[in-house]
T-cell receptor, first 115, second 116 residues
Framework: AQKITQTQPGMFVQEKEAVTLDCTYD???????LFWYKQPSSGEMIFLIY??????QNATEGRYSLNFQKARKSANLVISASQLGDSAMYFC????????????FGDGTTLTVKP | DAGVIQSPRHEVTEMGQEVTLRCKPI?????LFWYRQTMMRGLELLIY????????DSGMPEDRFSAKMPNASFSTLKIQPSEPRDSAVYFC??????????????FGQGTRLTVV
């Protein structure tokens, strides 16, 4: 079974609108971390936001927020006020304590922001 | 901090040749990861070091691939002999292992390898 599932291969959003990128995960660990990365067309991987499994509040970083629903095992990324520069591939990743702390990445979602 | 530094940025080599990719992690980080990214297979974890010791190399595709981390500030990924199907972008990333979990990983710019 896939550890990280990103069901949306591609998404479109109008500039200045909000968009939610889905991520569900599978783990039996109590202690784990969830991450989102952005990969623009230039190829680099940019860390965006982190949520720990014990964090009670949803993580936020500027225009990025993570909608963490532990019981549903989902960690959706919300980008508010989309900008043209947000067009990129977005990856959800998880690190599990039982897996020696190493990370597992989803297949990614390509986001295109329309002017 | 300069971030994770990888070299070379681009490498074109002929099939059968040895290829060595280099990585300098962020100072103070104790975990290092090598990833491979292709259109077909996405982002794959090849090997993971913690405190310079290989923890998991189950993602290394074949014996042609080997990785070393002789000290905390340097790692290499070697492919010998290289094959056209090894063409990919290879990323190195580093992070801090704290209480059994890694903090966010910081990625290098990647090495785009083309084997002809």
């Amino acid at each position: 079974a896939q550890k990280i599932t990103q069901t949306q291969p591609g998404m479109f959003v109008q500039e200045k609108e909000a968009v939610t990128l889905d991520c569900t995960y599978d783990t039996s660990d109590q202690s784990y971390g969830l991450f989102w990365y952005k990969q623009p067309s230039s190829g680099e991987m940019i860390f965006l936001i982190y949520q720990g499994s014990y964090d009670e509040q949803n993580a936020t970083e500027g225009r990025y927020s993570l909608n963490f629903q532990k019981a549903r095992k989902s960690a959706n990324l919300v980008i508010s006020a989309s900008q043209l520069g947000d067009s990129a591939m977005y990856f959800c990743a998880m690190r599990e304590e039982s897996n020696a702390g190493k990370s597992t990445f989803g297949d990614g979602t390509t986001l295109t922001v329309k002017p | 901090d300069a971030g994770v530094i990888q070299s070379p940025r681009h490498e074109v080599t002929e099939m059968g040749q040895e290829v060595t990719l280099r990585c300098k992690p962020i100072s103070g980080h104790n975990s290092l990861f090598w990833y491979r990214q292709t259109m077909m297979r996405g982002l794959e974890l090849l090997i993971y070091f913690n405190n310079n010791v290989p923890i998991d190399d189950s993602g290394m595709p074949e014996d042609r691939f080997s990785a070393k981390m002789p000290n905390a500030s340097f790692s290499t990924l070697k492919i010998q002999p290289s094959e056209p199907r090894d063409s990919a972008v290879y990323f190195c990333a580093s992070s801090l292992l704290f209480r059994g979990l890694n903090t966010e990983a910081f990625f290098g710019q990647g090495t785009r390898l083309t084997v002809v």
